[in-house]
């Protein structure tokens, strides 16, 4: 049996599959310890479905007609060529994948810095860039400071915002352990989550008001000095300003605007402060906001205030797909090189050019994933090659995308199923799945794991970094003349300090390679003069508010058997057989103002259009509706943006109406 990274969640699973029957079973090891969830246990399925694309496509009229490997290559390369020729390389913008290994990713910032561009890009920019941004103002890295591991000795866990029952149901055995020990756990939400059955503390907040409950839970822990004088004090700058900003913040403030009593508010800062060590983990239920940035400042605050850092605690923005950290650490961001380095850091730029063979690379910030639409519209940028990214759902306001994506000259999409984007493109080139080829992954810990290929490429596909090397070539870029895999992964080794001695064998033949050490900020932070900064914010208010015509909130959630836009998880007959259908949650008191019962037909309506859906009375608060965003919810979502380029898709004002029929 091989060793594979699940092709999931950000958590990092390992599966063992039998190379004969692709059984499939869970590896016994870091950092998954022989658990595993449905999907990783069925992550084989959607590798074998007859849908897979087999074969280079090209569009001719409205038919896509198949083509060589060759005539595919060569074609798109010149139109590419062609483009930069009459209107700059700034026409043309690259997304990368989540889902590709850290080779793929690095290959293909590679060709659009080389190239001459900045526009590269992927759906970290949906997910956690505000936590990216925010954690490097604050404490100098964007990423997450702990192992899974600690988590079974810290004494409080504060899971914000972030549902890991469902969405990382194997990271739950590590909080378990926590609560064995007799750690408190701490679970904020807009609704009730499965996580909440393991709860101490059960907070259901009114959506958009984090900062407010976050600065009230400070407000109590300065007022009664239950803070880390000394760490503040050795370690911390910016306490002064902290102090003064949550003052007004009172508990009782604080009820009126978050809804949670202010009783409860006391007692959870009193519980979370008096642990001595503790956790805070949160997922887009922060992020997702245009405050996204700001409610992340206020939990680092909240951990910083308590010197919960380094062997006292950690922060944990818990990733959402399997190489999402990956891709962000491989340079797949419009301004970051690799490591999350920036453009104008001149001494890693000439690391990085040095070893690709050129003079400099492009300074200037290339343009955020969701940028790239208006852009598009405008004529600025007319060709963008996908790869493994599924924009026309995945973004809000969908068809916003949509009718950018048909105005483009040049759509390519490299991808394994023909997926709603794919069916914009010009050309269509095929991929090989997870466990069809090798390459190195990154999870949420930052954890760099091996993932070796357990069987050949389906039909003509071939492995994403084979297809990248392919168009470097073609494109006549320097330095893409890799033969195997493990080149690319020798050369990304080469960029950063920590791997330089290490080698791809070690890689392979261990539990994996944390990027840069272990744990992060245990004697001093990233930053300039070593400390961390307490970055005092306020009370943000959402991009749009309920009234009159739209009374409700619209917030979008994750459901243990669906993943992303659903291209993988559709396509497995075992977990298509453990779904239910998809159903939009309202609180009880509104459903019978509304005369809907459970399994009622509904329609959601925002400024952006209307969907339908059957609907679930549950446990959300008063005005509050939450759908899945796994499928259509997309097409009227907000996509009012934050200062990291984040969409705002937990906050969105609706009306629901009860339909007779579907």
Same mark, same amino acid.
């Given at each position: 049996m091989k060793a594979v990274v699940c092709p999931f969640c950000g958590f990092g699973c390992k599966l063992l599959v039998d190379e004969k029957t692709m059984r499939v079973r869970p590896y016994p090891g870091e950092p998954n310890r022989g658990k595993l969830c449905p999907k990783g246990l069925y992550s084989i399925e959607f590798v074998r479905s007859k849908r897979r694309l087999k074969s280079p496509l090209k569009k001719i009229g409205s038919a896509m007609v198949p083509i060589s490997w060759g005539v595919a290559i060569e074609e798109i390369a010149d139109r590419l060529l062609e483009i930069r020729e009459l209107y700059g390389p700034d026409a043309v913008a690259f997304l990368s994948s989540s889902k590709i290994s850290n080779e793929e990713s690095y290959l293909l910032q590679k060709i659009a810095r080389l190239f001459g561009t900045n526009n590269i890009d992927n759906c970290a920019r949906l997910c956690h860039e505000a936590s990216v941004h925010a954690l490097k103002l604050a404490v100098g890295t964007g990423a997450q400071t702990n192992p899974y591991d600690d988590l079974e000795r810290f004494n409080a866990i504060l899971i914000w915002g972030y549902n890991p029952a469902e969405t990382h149901p194997v990271v739950m055995d590590y909080v378990n352990r926590a609560r064995k020990r007799g750690a408190k756990v701490i679970v904020v939400d807009v609704r009730r989550t499965r996580t909440m059955a393991f709860a101490d503390y059960k907070l259901i907040i009114s959506p958009g008001t984090d900062i407010t409950l976050a600065n009230a839970i400070m407000n109590i822990i300065i007022r009664e000095e239950l803070y880390d004088e000394e760490f503040i004090k050795t370690r911390i700058a910016g306490f002064s300003e902290i102090r003064m900003a949550v003052r007004k913040y009172t508990p009782e403030y604080a009820e009126k605007v978050t809804g949670i009593p202010a009783k409860t508010i006391k007692e959870v800062a009193r519980a979370f402060a008096l642990a001595g060590s503790g956790a805070i983990m949160w997922g887009m239920g922060l992020t997702q906001h245009v405050s996204g940035v700001e409610n992340v400042l206020a939990v680092i605050n909240l951990a910083l205030l308590l010197g919960y850092i380094g062997e006292k605690g950690g922060l944990y923005p818990m990733r959402g797909q399997n190489n999402v950290q990956g891709a962000a650490y491989m340079g797949a961001l419009s301004e970051f090189l690799p490591g999350y380095v920036p453009l104008g850091n001149r001494r890693f730029r000439k690391r990085v050019a040095d070893i690709w063979g050129v003079e400099d690379i492009p300074t200037h910030r290339g343009l955020y994933l969701t940028e790239l639409w208006e852009a598009i519209e405008k004529g600025d940028v007319r060709a963008l090659y996908i790869v493994g990214e599924n924009p026309a759902v995945s973004e809000a306001n969908f068809a916003e995308v949509r009718r950018a994506l048909g105005k483009l000259d040049l759509l390519v999409v490299q991808d394994i199923f023909m997926t709603q984007t794919a069916r914009y493109a010009h050309y269509v080139l095929p991929a090989s799945a997870f466990c069809e080829k090798s390459g190195s992954y990154m999870n949420s810990e930052r954890r760099i794991q091996w993932s070796h290929k357990i069987c050949e490429p389906i039909?003509?596909?071939?492995?994403?970094?084979?297809?990248? !090397?392919?168009?470097?070539?073609?494109?006549?870029?320097?330095?893409?003349? @890799?033969?195997?895999?493990?080149?690319?992964?020798?050369? @990304?080794?080469?960029?950063?300090?920590?791997?330089?001695?290490?080698?791809?064998?070690?890689?392979?033949?261990?539990?994996?390679?944390?990027? #840069?050490?272990?744990?992060?900020? !245990?004697?001093?932070?990233? !930053?300039? *003069?070593?400390?961390?900064?307490?970055?005092?914010?306020?009370?943000?208010? #959402?991009?749009?508010? #309920?009234?009159?015509? @739209?009374?409700?909130?619209?917030?979008?959630?994750?459901?243990?058997?669906? @993943?992303? !836009?659903?291209?993988?998880?559709?396509?497995?007959?075992?977990?298509?057989?453990?779904?239910?259908?998809?159903?939009?949650?309202?609180?009880?008191? *509104?459903?019978?103002?509304?005369?809907?019962?459970?399994?009622?037909?509904?329609?959601?309506?925002?400024?952006?259009?209307?969907?339908?859906?059957?609907?679930?009375?549950?446990?959300?608060q008063r005005g509050v509706v939450a759908v899945p965003f796994h499928f259509k919810v997309n097409k009227i979502t907000s996509p009012a943006l934050n200062k990291a380029g984040t969409p705002e898709f937990k906050f969105s004002a609706c009306r629901v109406r009860k339909l007779k029929r579907g």
């Open positions: 039909g003509d596909s071939k492995p994403d970094w084979e297809i990248l !090397t392919m168009l470097g070539r073609a494109l006549g870029l320097p330095g893409f003349d @890799y033969s195997r895999v493990e080149d690319i992964t020798a050369e @990304y080794f080469r960029l950063f300090p920590e791997l330089e001695e290490r080698s791809v064998e070690e890689l392979k033949n261990s539990e994996g390679i944390f990027l #840069p050490r272990k744990r992060l900020h !245990t004697w001093e932070f990233s !930053t300039p *003069d070593g400390r961390a900064r307490l970055i005092a914010v306020e009370q943000v208010q #959402p991009w749009e508010r #309920p009234d009159d015509e @739209y009374p409700f909130i619209l917030t979008t959630i994750r459901l243990i058997s669906h @993943y992303n !836009t659903g291209e993988m998880t559709l396509r497995s007959p075992s977990l298509v057989r453990l779904m239910g259908e998809p159903r939009v949650l309202i609180n009880r008191d *509104d459903a019978e103002s509304l005369g809907i019962k459970d399994g009622d037909w509904v329609e959601i309506e925002t400024r952006r259009g209307k969907i339908r859906m059957r609907a679930k009375v549950g446990d959300v």
